[in-house]
C-alpha cells in the first residue's frame, strides 16, 4: 500500500476543502457552517484518537468530538498537525509497524483490535467521508465544492502524468 502518498493527498484535500470552506463560510447559514466545521472536527479528533493508540500515548479526547465548536483557524492548526504527523508516519512505517495489532478501546467503550494499517485505511476512509459531507454542505448553498479528487492531486503533484499518451 502507498500510504505516504493516500496521506499526502488526505492533506492536500483537507486543506483544499478548508481553503474554499473558509473563503465562502459568511455565506453559510449558522447551523450550516456550524455542521461544517463539527463534521471536520469529528475526523480531526478521531485522526487525534488513533495517533494516540499508534503512539501507546493517552488519547486526548474522551468523545469522538470536542464539546466546544473551535474556529475555523483552531480547526485547521490542528488538522495540519495531524496530517503532518500522519504523512511522515506513513512515509517511514515498515512492513512490520503496518502488521502490528493494537489493542484499545472505543471512546464510547466498546473495544477494538486493528493493525497500523487497518487503523491508517481507517483514517483516510474516514476522512474522505467526511470531507464529502462537508462539500456537500457547500453545494446545498449553491457555493462552490473544491474539486479534491486523488487524480487532480496526482496530476497537480505530478505535472508529468498529463502528458499526452
Do not use: C
Amino acid at each position: 500500500m502507498q500510504f505516504a502518498k493516500a496521506f499526502q493527498y488526505k492533506k492536500w484535500a483537507n486543506t483544499e476543502l478548508l481553503n474554499l470552506g473558509e473563503q465562502q463560510f459568511s455565506q453559510l447559514p449558522e447551523s450550516d457552517g456550524t455542521f461544517f466545521i463539527r463534521i471536520l472536527n469529528h475526523t480531526t479528533v478521531v485522526d487525534s484518537l488513533f495517533i494516540s493508540r499508534i503512539l501507546g500515548e493517552p488519547e486526548k479526547y474522551s468523545a469522538d468530538n470536542t464539546v466546544e465548536t473551535p474556529t475555523l483557524s483552531e480547526l485547521r492548526e490542528t488538522m495540519a498537525q495531524n496530517d503532518a504527523w500522519l504523512v511522515d508516519y506513513a512515509q517511514s512505517a515498515s512492513e512490520k509497524e503496518l502488521n502490528r495489532s493494537i489493542s484499545f478501546k472505543f471512546v464510547d467503550g466498546d473495544t477494538g483490535q486493528l493493525s497500523v494499517a487497518e487503523i491508517l485505511l481507517h483514517l483516510l476512509t474516514h476522512g474522505s467521508n467526511h470531507r464529502g459531507m462537508a462539500s456537500k454542505t457547500l453545494a446545498q448553498n449553491n457555493l462552490a465544492r473544491p474539486k479534491d479528487t486523488f487524480t487532480r492531486y496526482l496530476h497537480q503533484v505530478e505535472p508529468s502524468r498529463r502528458t499526452r499518451i
